[in-house]
């Protein structure tokens, strides 16, 4: 069982910054792909960001491209979400997610379905 809290989020002027953490329980976390999803009211959760195992890889959505970076810290058992220039369309629930299957030769999904564990969400509201 894993267990995944997210801290972070708040309200934030455009062209502001703030960073995601999300902290994991349970054993192997080295072994996780770990993503950030958003969703607003009335659609579907979307990806946002992914980190493989280790920290090798990370893959980000054409949306947030250049404006994010996620990393991770395996003695810690953190995943972090640094947003910048931050817009108004960036207003969401921001959730963390584990994936503890993937093999290192997988590339981790942008599939929320893929991903087994939730954390409870942290929410960002970029005002104009």
């Known amino acids: 069982q894993v267990r995944l809290v997210e801290s972070g989020g708040g309200l934030v002027q455009t062209g502001g910054s703030l960073r995601l953490s999300c902290v994991a329980s349970?054993?192997?976390?080295?072994?996780?792909?770990m993503a950030w999803f958003r969703q607003v009211p009335g659609k579907e959760r979307e990806f946002v960001a992914a980190?493989?195992?280790?920290?090798?890889?990370?893959y980000y959505a054409d949306s947030v491209r250049g404006r994010v970076a996620i990393t991770r810290s395996d003695p810690k058992k953190e995943v972090y979400l640094e947003m910048n220039n931050l817009k108004p369309e960036d207003t969401a629930v921001y959730y963390c997610?584990?994936?503890?299957?993937?093999?290192?030769?997988?590339?981790?999904?942008?599939?929320?379905?893929?991903?087994?564990?939730w954390g409870q969400g942290t929410q960002i509201t970029v005002s104009a």
């Open positions: 980190i493989h195992r280790g920290g090798r890889d990370t």
């Open positions: 349970g054993p192997s976390f080295n072994r996780y792909a």
């Open positions: 997610a584990a994936d503890t299957s993937i093999i290192l030769s997988s590339t981790p999904s942008t599939n929320s379905g893929s991903y087994e564990y």
